[in-house]
């Protein structure tokens, strides 16, 4: 009898920790908030669809993949920012008082303007998506970009093409952009700054400023490709980009266009088709989508069908990917450093110092990040992917990593 009550009650004890333990478990759980500048009703409104579903599908797969075992779990909340800065700066306070982040998702040029400034006081660091603004070029910024600027990407892309250069002369370059938007204006004046550099190279030959959601521009687009430029830099939006292929088509010419990420060729695509885009391109300094080697495509068609099986895999959704996979990666390393439950804002800034995050913790989604204070950006190991349409199909430029060599700052 003495030997049976002892069975059952080591029996009882085994039964009590399958209770006590997993409630153990979830008590010793911390939840944090990550905020999103984004953009339902704006000029960046289309690529919320890429954006919501990219955020939520690395973030539940880090919850239930390294925040369990961290003791940490994530959650992301979105404000529809309009992309401007007016509304960012009129939200932010509530966002502190109210959302308490740890970090802050920025969409651009308007979180920039907005933030800057005041992050080192708040103590919240911002971290984007999209390349670098040449006036961000600073040090001991809180604002964190894992790609440099556009003007380095591009000069990225121009290393490709002056391989396969057979002229004697130097590239001819054209832009179409906006004016009174500071962070369309730096692109030009970046790309102006490394050509000036090195005037043997490259030529700009001018730069034709339309509005930000044009009708036509066949008067603009007839006087920029007078001075006979090789490529079209647009790093604008979308409605530019189908408003230059449509003047080109009826003024029978054929530029090769060369996009930034957001407008890419697949969003572009959308409102063309594969033919109209033939011979145009578009790069970016991070992994291009039809790459469906990397680790994170793998994981977002596992977790599609669970978040939105209507989810793009487009290289907005890589971009948007990537940012919250940095974001989440950030997080690991202060959670290591100060403990799950005392993670704070100022603990995600100094852990993005704390040694290179390597190409394989981000999932194939950038190449291998290291900051310093130096910059917002890593200024180490700089590369892009580029894309182009050929015989009507979209396929890589090639299939390596092109480097960015060095440029000055301007």
């Known amino acids: 009898m003495r030997e049976l009550k002892k069975r059952l009650g080591c029996l009882f004890i085994v039964l009590m920790s399958f209770v006590t333990f997993p409630a153990l478990h979830a008590s010793a759980t911390t939840e944090y908030k990550i905020t999103f500048s984004a953009d339902y009703s704006g000029p960046y409104a289309y690529l919320m669809k890429s954006a919501d579903p990219a955020h939520k599908i690395f973030v539940t797969w880090w919850n239930e993949t390294v925040g369990q075992k961290t003791g940490v779990k994530v959650t992301i909340k979105t404000y529809d920012t309009r992309y401007s800065p007016a509304v960012i700066a009129s939200l932010w306070p509530g966002i502190l008082s109210g959302d308490k982040p740890i970090l802050h998702l920025g969409l651009g040029g308007p979180d920039v303007a907005a933030l800057?400034?005041?992050?080192?006081?708040?103590?919240?660091?911002?971290?984007?998506?999209?390349?670098?603004?040449?006036?961000?070029?600073?040090?001991?910024?809180?604002?964190?970009?894992?790609?440099p600027t556009y003007a380095h990407e591009f000069r990225g892309f121009l290393s490709w093409a002056q391989k396969n250069w057979k002229e004697t002369r130097p590239i001819r370059i054209g832009a179409l952009s906006?004016?009174?938007?500071?962070?369309y204006e730096d692109q030009i004046k970046g790309i102006q700054s490394f050509c000036a550099?090195?005037?043997?190279?490259?030529?700009?030959?001018?730069?034709?400023w339309i509005k930000m959601v044009p009708v036509s521009i066949s008067s603009e687009v007839s006087r920029l490709a007078k001075k006979k430029p090789d490529y079209i830099y647009m790093g604008t939006n979308t409605h530019q980009v189908v408003a230059l292929i449509r003047a080109q088509?009826?003024?029978?010419?054929?530029?090769?266009?060369?996009m930034a990420t957001h407008t890419d060729i697949t969003i572009t695509a959308e409102a063309l088709s594969m033919k109209d885009l033939e011979g145009n391109y578009d790069v970016g300094a991070c992994s291009s989508p039809l790459d469906k080697t990397i680790e994170a495509y793998h994981i977002f068609e596992k977790y599609r069908p669970q978040i939105d099986p209507k989810a793009p895999w487009d290289l907005s959704a890589v971009q948007f990917a990537g940012q919250i996979v940095l974001s989440l990666r950030a997080v690991e390393r202060a959670a290591k450093k100060v403990g799950a439950a005392n993670i704070t804002g100022e603990a995600i800034y100094n852990a993005m110092f704390e040694g290179p995050f390597t190409e394989k913790e981000l999932l194939g989604l950038w190449p291998t990040l290291q900051y310093t204070k130096e910059a917002p950006f890593s200024t180490l190991n700089m590369k892009v992917k580029s894309s182009t349409v050929k015989d009507g199909k979209h396929v890589l430029t090639t299939p390596e990593w092109i480097p960015i060599p060095s440029i000055k700052k301007w």
């Open 249 to 258: 088509k009826e003024l029978g010419i054929q530029i090769p266009a060369v």
């Open 116 to 147: 800057m400034k005041r992050l080192p006081q708040d103590k919240v660091p911002v971290l984007m998506s999209t390349a670098t603004y040449g006036y961000c070029w600073l040090p001991d910024q809180w604002m964190f970009q894992p790609r």
């Open 178 to 183: 906006t004016q009174g938007i500071p962070a």
């Open 197 to 208: 550099e090195d005037p043997k190279s490259f030529e700009f030959t001018d730069v034709e």
